[in-house]
């Protein structure tokens, strides 16, 4: 148990509140009810867009902020904005080209719209499907390269995600962020985009220390929320750089371990 008792848990989504074919289990939704019923708040943060968290919203009765991108943007349940981070316009145009030099399939995200040059290009039919909302084609990233609030780099070369991410760092220092939430993946929000910021927000919005938040996610852009809270729990299925980074570890994603974890860690 933590040494504060705990009065709000923020989950990531994705390989840790859902299985790894995006289903939310009933006993996760009932764990959230608990939850509820002993006066704990629950939120829940992603590098999802906005409206790939809407499925969770009737179904776990949320009632906090939503923040997507890692925190670039945070919205209400019903997806009016209430903040959001974007990147400078002038650096969002030299990212793109950046990452289309390595060989990554480029995706934008700006306001609550998803833009792809290729409707078939990697893992964009999957993205559909874990969103559940296709992407708009366009022909040029050009119109819709200010105000964007996340740019994600596509490929399974993985030596060739790693070298762009570390070429964006490299190039464009404190401009930005650019975290590799999954192997294929590079994403690139504001550089106060992450999920440490989210508990911060979260901690000044409901007057809650931070030693009284509890964070629970299973990648490794999940370590700067662990960092910032009284507890942190990682899941099974998370690397052991991940673990090792947590206060507790809980079984993974697909023996429902957001739910052993509340009922473990959380509840008093």
């Known amino acids: 148990m933590a040494a504060h008792p ?15 074919d995006k289903v939310l289990t009933r006993r996760a939704g009932a764990a959230v009810a608990k939850l509820r019923q002993a006066g704990i708040r629950f939120a829940v943060t992603s590098g999802r867009p906005p409206r790939g968290m809407s499925m969770l919203i009737e179904p776990l009765e949320l009632s906090t902020p939503i923040s997507a991108f890692n925190g670039g943007l945070i919205v209400r349940p019903d997806m009016s904005v209430i903040e959001q981070r974007v990147l400078p316009d002038d650096v969002a145009p030299a990212v793109i080209e950046l990452l289309a ?17 290729d409707a078939k290009g990697p893992h964009v039919a999957r ?29 399974d070369d993985r030596d060739a995600v790693q070298k762009a991410a570390a070429a964006a760092r490299e190039r464009f220092g404190d401009q930005m962020s650019a975290s590799t939430s999954e192997p294929c993946y590079v994403e690139v929000t504001h550089p106060h985009a992450n999920k ?10 409901y007057d809650i220390p931070p030693e009284q938040i509890a964070t629970i996610g ?40 957001f739910a052993d974890a509340v009922e473990r860690f959380i509840l008093p």
Do not use: C
Request: glycine content about 6%; overall charge negative; aromatic content about 8%.
């Open 101 to 117: 030099s390595h060989g990554l399939s480029v995706w934008v995200y700006r306001g609550a719209d998803w833009f792809v040059l």
């Open 6 to 20: 705990i009065r709000l848990l923020l989950a990531d989504v994705d390989s840790t509140l859902v299985t790894q």
């Open 127 to 155: 993205e559909a499907w874990i969103v559940r909302f296709d992407p708009t084609l366009v022909e040029s990233f050009t119109p819709v390269s200010d105000g964007v609030a996340k740019l994600v780099g596509v490929s």
């Open 218 to 257: 299973g990648m490794p852009d999940d370590v700067l929320m662990f960092a910032h809270a009284g507890l942190s729990i990682a899941m099974s299925n998370a690397s052991h750089k991940v673990r090792r980074a947590a206060h507790r570890v809980t079984t993974t994603n697909e023996d429902d371990g």
């Open 196 to 205: 440490a910021s989210v508990v911060r927000y979260l901690s000044r919005t």
